[in-house]
């Protein structure tokens, strides 16, 4: 059983920081394609952060320069640090992770959603 959980999140001031995680557990693993989305009230789901393999990330246009994206393969998690957040940056933040999962028998294909977590900017 393939499952992603989330960490982080919270609430905190305009010009605040924080950082979330996403850790697949259930076995073993190859990752193709791994980021961060985000969905506003009122609002369609929205790329924030990927990382395409192991070296190529892409960052949307409002959140370039302040956010980045970490990976820990020994722990299959990615991270995410938001710095400098602004109050239009409130929404809920979901990973996603695409790649292969061995199932004792082979590898079969994933397309997992973490449980989301809540990120709210406001003085």
């Known amino acids: 059983q393939v499952q992603l959980v989330e960490s982080g999140g919270g609430l905190v001031q305009p010009g605040g920081s924080l950082r979330l995680s996403c850790a697949a557990v259930?076995?073993?693993?190859?990752?193709?394609?791994r980021g961060w989305y985000r969905q506003a009230p009122g609002k369609q789901r929205e790329l924030v952060a990927t990382?395409?393999?192991?070296?190529?990330?892409n960052y949307a246009d409002p959140v370039k320069g302040r956010f980045t994206l970490s990976r820990d393969d020994a722990r299959n998690t990615i991270s995410l640090q938001m710095d400098s957040l602004k109050p239009e940056d409130t929404a809920v933040y979901y990973c996603?992770?695409?790649?292969?999962?061995?199932?004792?028998?082979?590898?079969?294909?994933?397309?997992?959603w973490g449980q989301g977590s809540q990120v709210t900017v406001s003085s």
């Open positions: 996603n992770f695409k790649g292969k999962f061995w199932n004792g028998r082979g590898w079969i294909q994933i397309d997992e």
């Open positions: 259930g076995g073993d693993f190859m990752f193709s394609n």
């Open positions: 990382i395409i393999g192991r070296t190529t990330t």
